[in-house]
């Protein structure tokens, strides 16, 4: 009997121990380890679960093996399954395709579930794979259709954003950027304030901004107080940039057997020729560059409570360039305030303010005489200082010394910036509600700039100081009402609005000659000589009404309806008004019955949207005829006496009216697997009509041409986005995100179908295509006789006579790729190991051809100044017979490769944008000092670039003074409380 109680007792014993509670708890985070509020902690196959506090904190009573899921609106799902640990934390993943998160449209907000047109949305997480450079630049290769490019690698230069191709020649290809509802500029906000960037790709979504909306819209929505915990954040950063791609070029005494070889009749001067004894040789690209460095602080403080939240944030950006004396610098400080009156009225303000100053010398009108072509070009016998131990100017046409320039030349721009909003919204009915949101800007621009006599040749032999001031303000009012109602299977939201905006601009152009180099910009009166002085002013409006119309059956069939009417006064009147309707559908196919059973498929949405938008992106007046008064060009001497003078500048057309852009789109979003593949699949077609064409007038008209609404542009393509997540783990996980995008672009028409060869537009082909002669390799002894015909000999450039006609001139030019890339896109790999995260980030483009300008000069003889080491050591000569180079020859005809596709080289690219290594410290650690997180990380940003382009950097625009990429290496932490 003892026995059997005893075997009974370790039976319930065990039985209890199987079913024990133990008690777990834990931390759940975001990629940024920042807390997450309101998490759902619930055991699988149950209703038994939490929700995480302000701290991101929970605790549960759990069994042993049970698993726990966590979920969170805009996240992926994560399960876990409970081992007996005391404490299980959590970093969730972003879910690009959740359905329920809520996305920024136009003038409103929408669930992605019940989007119809085409918006790609960009988190402040994704923006961190761009550390150096301006907020535009961070959205290169994280949205397909969106090709983003980084003309110039100058400090505080702006990206170049172009939405799904090129639809316009003269009135901008740029798109409309909006921040917290105001037009603004990419580059005037701090990476840091960042919340989220919608872009609103197709007619359906951007139509919303009628006039503007056919270059795209990017929508920036600026961070916001939430209510709870006071939350204070600190991120710094910084680090060293490096050249990359420094041009290998000869040295002096390559340099002075080449000229020998040339015949060139060079005199040599005693500066030179006392280098040459010497063995020296002057490094001009180590001369003017250094390394550089870049430092970022932001500091915001958000929190608030159930009746107001704010947010506050500080940030400063500087950045040393490569090229010695050039340097960006801004400050900005930004408010945010939301607070809640009573139960139907609510409103807000937002405030900006930045000021940014600029020193750049490498912004020449004419870059044959910027800074970096000067130093890549100048003879290496030349020293930087003469035997005087004043600045070498002994330069060959007339360029002046590379050192002199960074030295002596001072221009700085500086630029304030302040805007602000404030709105109400009222509730008077419940689902019915009335917003006004009013909102003004004021910018100041002001660059001084003095040239100093000492620069030598191409400057002034006297001081030169301008100073340049520019006003800008602008005001807009938007009013809307909006109606929300469900009735059964049904839902509507209806938008109307009403807006007005006015834009005002003033400047002003002051300068003097014989300014002493001390006071510079300071004393202009004390010139010697003074002008050109101008001023000028303009000014803009634009009114707009506007509706939107959604309806909803069933979540599973959507529609959309939008129409503005917008009336700009930059356009003649009785053309002035323009109308952009759009109509989109979308069919939720996974909400279907016969879906039910395909578990494994998430969503799958069909989406269908054409539309109208227009473009004014042009000057104000330009539809008038303008006059300029007064000035040396148009004043006159009449019987001895000088008087004001008035000249036409410019030819009326009363008939100047909107470029017009029609646009369909075709798409499939997808996600399998509870989203971990998900993305989508678009077709896009956009035809641009009535373009802003700057017409070629006859001569006798006494204008050179005239703006007017003529020719057609066509384009088309196909959109890519996937994005995954590998693995997801308790201790690790990985995710992809990966885009692509190709564009197709074609001149259906222009004016009375002719083609303009000058500007490179040519019907039936795309915008710039090349069409220049083709080279084919170098004559040779044996093809002397053949030479002889097109008055050349052995070692001269070879072009083919495609005619043929023995001569070759322009009838032999052809068709020899397009100048703007055919695809593009970018792929990130996120990996996280516990505390460790790795992010590879990498962009490319592909398909185009660039114009290496530089390889004029440096692949033939180059009687300006320096060649490259490759041309001295590959040009043809009798005794070396290459195919690859020209001999050194004074006329030899095409020799540098003018006007032929010599110095045509493949654009593709593969760069390797950004690599950062990241570790989070444990809660364990920071609860030590009341951090709620801290994360330290290195980076790499332009690791590597795999491309067969030569150049300095081959997103540039310039080619013959770009100014040289970097390599940036930099280091920081970020700390949360």
């Known amino acids: 009997m003892k026995r059997n109680i005893l075997v009974l007792l370790m039976f319930l014993g065990s039985f209890s121990i199987a079913f024990a509670q133990n008690r777990v708890s834990g931390t759940v985070v975001d990629s940024e380890s920042n807390p997450l ?59 690009n395709y959740d359905l329920e998160d809520v996305v920024v449209i136009g003038y409103g907000t929408s669930k992605k579930s019940d989007l119809t047109g085409s918006i790609a949305s960009v988190k402040s997480d994704d923006l961190k794979n761009t550390k150096v450079g301006l907020a535009g630049n961070a959205l290169q290769g994280m949205a397909a259709g969106v090709q983003v490019t980084q003309p110039s690698a100058k400090p505080g230069a702006d990206a170049s954003i172009v939405i799904r191709g090129k639809g316009s020649v003269n009135a901008g290809n740029s798109p409309l950027v909006i921040v917290d509802g105001i037009p603004s500029s990419l580059g005037d906000v701090a990476t840091g304030d960042i919340e989220s960037i919608e872009i609103l790709k197709d007619a359906s979504a951007a139509s919303i901004y009628g006039n503007r909306g056919s270059n795209g819209v990017i929508l920036i929505t600026t961070k916001k107080g939430s209510a709870g915990k006071t939350r204070v954040s600190f991120n710094v950063q910084g680090g060293a940039l490096n050249m990359m791609n420094k041009m290998d070029l000869m040295n002096s005494q390559q340099y002075y057997d080449l000229v020998t070889t040339s015949g060139q009749n060079y005199t040599w001067t005693t ?160 689902k019915l509600k009335i917003k006004t949101d009013n909102a003004g800007q004021m910018g100041f621009n002001v660059t001084n700039e003095y040239e100093d006599p000492r620069m030598g040749q191409h400057y002034s032999s006297e001081g030169v100081a301008s100073i340049s001031n520019s006003k800008n303000r602008y005001w807009q009012t938007e009013n809307t009402i909006t109606y929300e109602n469900s009735f059964d299977v049904h839902k509507i939201k209806v938008m109307g609005g009403a807006s007005a905006s006015k834009s005002e601009y003033q400047h002003s152009l002051a300068q003097a000659k014989g300014i002493d180099p001390i006071t510079k910009y300071y004393n202009l009166g004390g010139g010697s000589e003074y002008g ?81 938008l227009g473009n004014q992106s042009i000057g104000d007046y330009r539809y008038s005829a303008l006059v300029s008064r007064g000035g040396e060009n148009n004043n006159y001497v009449l019987n001895g006496n000088l008087y004001t003078g008035a000249t036409y500048t410019s030819i009326s057309n009363p008939n100047l009216t909107w470029e017009k852009s029609s646009q369909v789109d075709i798409a499939l979003d997808y996600g399998f697997f509870k989203n971990h593949i998900a993305g989508s699949i678009e077709y896009y077609y956009k035809r641009s009509t009535d373009l802003l064409w700057s017409v070629i007038l006859p001569l006798e008209s006494g204008y050179q041409s005239s703006l007017t609404n003529v020719g057609i542009l066509d384009n088309s393509g196909i959109e890519l986005t996937i994005n995954t997540v590998n693995v997801n783990t308790y201790n690790f996980q990985w995710t992809t995100s990966f885009n692509f995008t190709y564009n197709h672009n074609n001149v259906v028409e222009l004016y009375d179908g002719k083609t303009d060869i000058n500007k490179s537009i040519f019907i039936g082909h795309s915008l710039g295509e090349y069409y ?78 660039i114009n290496n300008s530089m390889l004029r000069f440096f692949n033939s003889y180059n009687t300006w100044g320096n060649s490259s080491v490759d041309y001295y050591n590959n040009y043809w000569k009798e005794e070396r017979p290459s195919n690859k180079y020209p001999a050194p020859r004074i006329g030899s005809s095409y020799s540098n490769g003018d006007g032929t596709n010599a110095n045509l080289e493949d654009g593709t690219f593969i760069r390797i944008k950004n690599l950062e290594l990241g570790y989070t410290l444990p809660h364990r650690w920071t609860d030590n000092i009341k951090a709620t997180s801290i994360r330290g990380f290195i980076s790499v940003q332009n690791l ?4 067969k382009y030569s150049g300095y950097d081959v997103e540039a625009s310039q080619q013959s003074n770009t100014y040289p990429g970097a390599r940036a290496f930099i280091g920081g932490v970020s700390i949360n409380f």
């Open 37 to 95: 509020v309101g998490v759902t902690v619930i055991i699988k196959g149950t209703q038994t679960g939490v929700t995480t506090d302000v701290n991101g904190q929970y605790s549960m009573n759990i069994a042993k093996n049970d698993i726990l899921v966590y979920s969170f609106i805009g996240m992926i799902k994560q399960e876990i399954t409970y081992n007996g640990q005391g404490k299980i934390n959590v970093s969730m993943i972003p879910d």
């Open 271 to 430: 500066a030179e020729l006392l280098q040459l004894s010497r063995g020296e040789t002057t490094d001009w690209q180590n001369a003017v560059t250094q390394p550089g460095s870049f430092q970022n602080y932001n500091a915001t403080v958000s929190g608030g409570n159930e009746k107001s939240t704010h947010f506050l944030g500080l940030d400063y950006y500087d950045q040393e360039g490569v090229v010695k004396n050039s340097w960006y610098n801004r400050l900005t400080l930004r408010y945010n305030n939301d607070s809640k009156l009573n139960d139907w009225i609510n409103m807000g303000v937002r405030f900006n303010f930045m000021e940014s100053k600029i020193k750049n010398i490498n912004e020449e009108s004419d870059e044959l005489y910027g800074t970096m072509y000067s130093a890549i070009s100048s003879q290496p016998t030349a020293p930087i200082y003469d035997t005087d131990g004043e600045y070498f100017d002994g330069f060959l046409n007339t360029k002046a010394n590379p050192v002199a320039i960074v030295n002596l030349l001072n221009r700085t721009t500086q630029r304030t910036n302040m805007n602000g909003s404030f709105y109400i919204e009222f509730e008077p009915v419940e």
């Open 532 to 612: 050109p002085n101008n001023s000028y002013a303009s000014a803009s409006t634009l009114t707009s009404f506007y509706i939107r119309a959604n309806y909803n059956y069933k979540e599973r069939y959507l529609l959309t309806f939008t129409m503005r009417a917008d009336g700009s006064s930059k356009f003649a009147p009785g053309h002035r008004w323009g109308y952009f309707p759009s109509l989109a559908a979308a069919w939720r196919i996974t909400e279907e019955d016969f879906m039910k059973n395909f578990d494994k498929i998430d969503n799958l949405k069909l989406r269908i949207s054409a539309g109208m």
């Open 772 to 849: 220049l002669l083709e080279s084919d390799g170098i004559w040779q002894m044996n093809e002397s006789s053949e030479a002889a015909i097109y008055n050349a000999q052995p070692g001269d450039r070879k072009i083919k006579d495609l005619t043929p006609d023995n001569q070759i001139n322009s009838d032999d030019r052809t068709f020899c790729g397009q100048s703007t890339p055919k695809y593009y896109g970018g792929m990130s790999n996120t990996f996280k190991y516990k505390g460790l995260d790795l992010v590879v980030f990498i962009n490319y483009a592909g398909g185009y051809y």
């Open 944 to 947: 590597y670039t795999f491309t």
